[in-house]
């Protein structure tokens, strides 16, 4: 049975014969118009329901509920394979830039070595800072 639209302000559905219903009908179908109630109808003598009275904007049929929720997953989809690829895109982007990176700290660090007077606690400082980084 299809959920009326505005199922958290609507009453209780209501179930009715059939007997009953067909001599109500224009009435029920004005109450579900209306107010967005549902009416439940039921075999006579059995309180099984068989069909509902619902206001137009529930009345989704099965295929119409499954299309949208085809048409909602292949957008996902679709949004997900983009998403994936500009991961990827950044994260081969971001390796090269880490790549030159490194490259660019390791001749910095060669051209220290080669001017900076050895033991200097400065260099030594700076070299721990750059061992932390890479570490954390």
Known sequence: MAVPALADRSPQPRALPLREVRTRLTQLVSLAELT????VVTRDGDPRPVAAIVPAAAARTAAQARADADRIAAIS?????RLEELHRQSSRRHAAELRALTDALAEVWAELD???PAGDPALARLRAAHADLLRG
Do not use: E, L, P
């Not at 967005?36 to 009416?39: A, F, G, M, N």
């Not at 989809?77 to 394979?81: M, P």
């Open 36 to 39: 967005d109630t549902v009416t």
């Open 114 to 116: 080669r001017h900076a």
């Open 77 to 81: 989809a679709g949004w997900y394979r």
